[in-house]
């Protein structure tokens, strides 16, 4: 077993455990889309960014240097948090841990699955009802971005549910 993949598993768990909303709506999602792209900006990056509640697009931005190749790994990346209801970041490290794919295991073609870090999924209190996806930085770089804003709008201690430093 791979100790770093465990570890960041777990605390993957932890995230997904504590960053779940009381309410959510459009609002929330303009809100928090809104600072994915401040929060991106200030790296001087570029992603593409979707929020979806039960599967409707509230939110959507794709910043000046993102291609529409990003808009299809976020379709990707989606798909993987919509059928499992983990982190799209979760599931690959979980797949890589077992040494399989999602082709592998349950037949799902990679043109329309990846998982890859960069899918969060919402929880409104113990129920999922939607994603929030970013798509433009390495892999861990866009769950860890996700995780950052999330933890900030639900007053959580970043400190607490932030990945360690990959090895």
């Given amino acids: 077993m791979n100790s770093s993949i465990d570890r960041d598993l777990a605390q993957i768990a932890h995230q997904e455990a504590q960053l779940q909303f009381d309410t ?4 929330t999602a303009w809100q928090l ?3 994915l792209k401040e929060a ?4 001087h990056k570029a992603v593409s960014i979707e929020i979806r509640l039960v599967g409707q697009p509230l939110f959507f931005y794709a910043m000046p240097g993102t291609t529409p190749d990003n808009d299809d ?3 990707r990346k989606r798909n993987v948090v919509e059928r499992f209801h983990r982190s799209s970041y979760a599931m690959g490290l979980e797949l890589a841990r077992k040494q399989t794919s999602l082709d592998d295991k349950w037949g799902l073609p990679v043109r329309d699955y990846a998982p890859h870090g960069g899918s969060f999924p919402i929880w409104l209190r113990g129920t999922f009802v939607g994603t929030i996806t970013i798509s433009g930085l390495p892999q861990r770089e866009d769950h860890s971005i996700v ?3 999330l933890a900030d709008w639900l007053n959580k201690p970043l400190a607490q549910l932030a990945l360690t430093e990959a090895v």
């Fill in 24 to 27: 959510f709506d459009a609002d």
């Fill in 33 to 35: 889309g809104t600072l």
């Fill in 40 to 43: 991106v900006a200030a790296r």
């Fill in 73 to 75: 790994w976020i379709r």
């Fill in 147 to 149: 995780v950052a804003v």
